[in-house]
């Protein structure tokens, strides 16, 4: 089965940008769905962002929308998350995802994913 390796996570003050990878090892089913999760330590995991891989079609948390864009490079096997105006509360590890889709979109709720990379940390100053 395919791996996710996700990177690019780091430091970065408040306002500040990051832009994560996940780098899958093979390529995923146009059928699947793709997304990033997040959870800081003592919190429960949030849906940031999912994409449905056959048409592109991207959703995202209220508390993030308008601030990261989630983007996909088909030919490299590469889910993006692009970070912009970030806040300290968007401090946590972030996880990129894989799972078969079984509606005509792709949500953002965890036990819906099957894959899951290792995760990479996300750190904003204020």
């Known amino acids: 089965q395919v791996q996710l390796v996700e990177s690019g996570g780091g430091s970065v003050q408040a306002g500040g940008s990051l832009r994560l990878s996940c780098a899958a090892s093979?390529?995923?089913?146009?059928?699947?769905?793709m997304a990033w999760f997040r959870q800081a330590p003592g919190k429960e995991r949030e849906g940031v962002a999912s994409?449905?891989?056959?048409?592109?079609?991207?959703s995202y948390g209220d508390s993030v929308r308008g601030r990261f864009t989630v983007s996909q490079d088909n030919a490299k096997n590469i889910l993006y998350l692009q970070m912009n105006s970030l806040k300290p509360v968007d401090t946590a590890m972030y996880y990129c995802?894989?799972?078969?889709?079984?509606?005509?979109?792709?949500?953002?709720?965890?036990?819906?994913?099957?894959?899951w990379g290792q995760g990479t940390q996300v750190t904003v100053s204020s």
């Open positions: 995802a894989t799972g078969p889709s079984r509606f005509p979109w792709c949500n953002r709720n965890g036990t819906f994913y099957n894959i």
């Open positions: 093979g390529p995923i089913d146009s059928r699947d769905c």
């Open positions: 994409l449905a891989i056959w048409n592109g079609a991207a």
